[in-house]
């Protein structure tokens, strides 16, 4: 059977396609269903700044691995790979074709490809976390580069959080942390990957709208609720771009207009390394929605 993977930046129309996709299969013959891979729309509550279907925007699709956790849990991208495969056997077992959507690149490269994850030590990571906090991504930085440097390149100097994970890494193992994907021959099975791109001119128009439609649509009123259930007890939700901006507005260290304009900034250099990421991945032809749908509808014939 074959997986049909649509990935690319925030903006570039990946959730409409795909269910463009899942209309198609159904249209001919089939059934469809979606799993997310981003990973900020796992949390339940975060619809406006992560643009999450409506149940009525999803067009009677199945959809996995959406509102799978609370505002105050932390994501690990292990945890979710398994989750994620698992969803996958289960669409395999009723003969529907798998479709994986969304823009979280680590989030996506764990379940299309052989990812081993190494060992973790809950009280390592915390030693890490709390230094972390105390001196700032720059000197994690500056800690990883002295003893694997490739890996403190190819991460930078701003993404705490994998700064930590490939110190505890490499702390435990002695070896290198490894970053990029795997070779394209590791794919875990039959996968057609769609990687959606926009011209950057149009895509940060689109990004621009998006951040002004999401103040429009009430994401401070969003970010509220979400105080309220506890989003500022984990490390991952309350930082996601938009939210955190939408906290310190309600907080009143920022202006409304400051608040949009750090969410603006932030969101196209997320969109920058989405691309970057993506990039990576072995090329396939753009096919329109119902060559897709075809061609996943005839892998699951004998």
């Not at 993404?159 to 795997?182: C, D, H, I, K, S």
Request: hydrophobic share 45%.
């Amino acid at each position: 059977m074959t997986l049909i993977a649509v990935v690319g930046a925030t903006g570039t129309g990946k959730t409409g396609f795909s269910l463009d996709i899942a209309d198609e299969v159904v249209r001919q013959g089939g059934t469809a269903e979606l799993v997310n891979c981003d990973a900020m729309q796992l949390y339940r509550g975060m619809d406006i700044g992560t643009a999450k279907a409506s149940v009525e925007e999803r067009r009677g699709h199945p959809h996995h691995l959406l509102d799978v956790l609370e505002p105050w849990q932390d994501a690990a991208v292990a945890a979710y790979r398994d989750a994620a495969l698992a969803a996958l056997v289960d669409i395999e077992s009723r003969g529907a074709v798998p479709i994986l959507v969304g823009g979280s690149g680590l989030y996506a490269s764990s379940v299309l490809y052989d990812f081993a994850f190494p060992a973790t030590d809950e009280q390592l990571r915390a030693e890490l976390e709390t230094e972390l906090e105390r001196e700032g991504a720059a000197a994690m930085h500056a800690r990883l580069q002295r003893v694997d440097a490739a890996a403190a390149a190819a991460i930078g100097p701003h993404n705490g959080r994998r700064l930590v994970r490939a110190l505890e890494a490499v702390t435990l193992t002695g070896e290198p942390f490894r970053v990029g994907l795997p070779p394209e021959e590791s794919l875990l099975r039959p996968t057609v990957i769609q990687h959606l791109r926009v011209e950057r001119a149009e895509l940060v128009e689109r990004l621009d709208a998006r951040v002004e439609r999401m103040w429009a649509l009430g994401i401070v009123d969003e970010a509220r609720r979400l105080r309220e259930h506890d989003i500022e007890r984990g490390t991952t939700a309350q930082q996601a771009i938009g939210y955190r901006q939408a906290l310190d507005q309600l907080d009143g260290s920022v202006t409304e207009a400051e608040a949009i304009e750090r969410t603006r900034a932030l969101t196209r250099r997320y969109a920058r390394r989405q691309v970057s990421w993506f990039q990576r991945y072995p090329a396939a032809p753009a096919a329109d929605a119902a060559a897709l749908a075809r061609h996943a509808l005839d892998s699951l014939e004998p």
